[in-house]
């Protein structure tokens, strides 16, 4: 398998917490969303979304990390990050897609971009936006977490999609510099996955494309 990534995209954070918990091995091979390597047509032909995270598996290009995690789920089901379990699989569902669509999908950096670049939003109006949305998808995943979550991870004590989705989720806000003190249920998750080898292999610092 090779995983086209970004160090600090959520997205492939997601994909290398996944595959780390399974304990697969990949290619690492980094695309700088930066300097919009993501956008070459190259890049493009494997991947018309022309984002990261892109898996290859054989003769499947997989783009979308959620559609990528499903599909590791699939073909190496141990450890299982959804659910059989009708009741906890949407429980978990529920909580990574109120991170995946609510949260990420506005605040991610195309947007960014294209708040600074294209509207001539200010440094700050763009900071304030991101932090609105951070505040009002947090909100709802803690209540979440506060309703429907127990043990060490967000569902038990084993990790699923929902950490996955958590984890970066959490390490980019806090690298925005959000206040993360409302939501003492995902920081008490986020802090326990932090001391995890999985969730440390898969950290940003720890890839090879690492930028301070």
């Not at 022309?50 to 995690?69: C, E, F, K, T």
């Not at 605040?107 to 509207?119: F, S």
Request: with cysteine; net charge negative.
């Amino acid at each position: 398998m090779q995983l086209y990534s970004f160090f600090n995209s959520s997205t492939s954070y997601r994909v290398r917490i996944a595959l780390a918990l399974k304990g697969l091995d990949f290619e690492y091979r980094p695309i700088n969303i930066r300097t919009l390597e993501h956008r070459t047509p190259d890049y493009m032909a494997m991947n018309p979304s022309g984002n990261v995270p892109l898996l290859r598996d054989g003769d499947l290009a997989l783009g979308q990390s959620m559609a990528i995690i499903d599909h590791l789920d699939a073909t190496h089901p141990e450890p299982r990050l959804i659910p059989l379990d009708p009741t906890a699989r949407a429980r978990v569902l529920e909580l990574s897609n109120a991170i995946a669509c609510d949260i990420h999908p506005v605040n991610n950096l195309r947007i960014l971009r294209y708040l600074q670049d294209v509207l001539g939003v200010s440094a700050e109006q763009k900071n304030a936006w991101y932090q609105h949305w951070v505040t009002e998808g947090m909100t709802a995943v803690e209540a979440l977490l506060q309703r429907h979550g127990h043990g060490s991870y967000c569902f038990g004590e084993a990790p699923t999609l929902a950490d996955c989705c958590l984890v970066p989720q959490v390490a980019n806000a806090e690298r925005m510099g959000c206040d993360m003190t409302p939501y003492p249920r995902a920081m008490a998750v986020y802090e326990h996955c932090a001391v995890q080898p999985a969730f440390q292999r898969a950290a940003p610092s720890a890839q090879p494309d690492f930028i301070k």
